[in-house]
């Protein structure tokens, strides 16, 4: 496990304690889970572009379409 220590603004730091002790966390616990969830989206963002790197948008054009068509009464 890693020490990091940051600098946030006091209004920041008061605003995180006080989710911190309104979720029953210690305020490192909190951290952690929002280190986790900000990774996870990252994750996903990284996920999705790579693969609309390698799409074919005419295909996924083509999907759209007949997913419309499908839809029309």
């Known amino acids: 496990m890693s020490t990091l220590t940051i600098r946030l603004p006091e209004d920041t730091a008061q605003r995180l304690k006080t989710m911190a002790q309104s979720r029953g966390l210690s305020m490192n616990k909190l ?36 997913l419309d068509a499908a839809e029309a009464p």
């Open 31 to 66: 951290i952690e889970q929002l280190s986790a969830h900000a990774l996870a989206a990252w994750d996903t963002e990284n996920h999705y572009r790579a693969m609309a790197a390698t799409g074919d948008s005419q295909q996924a054009i083509a999907i759209l379409d007949r």
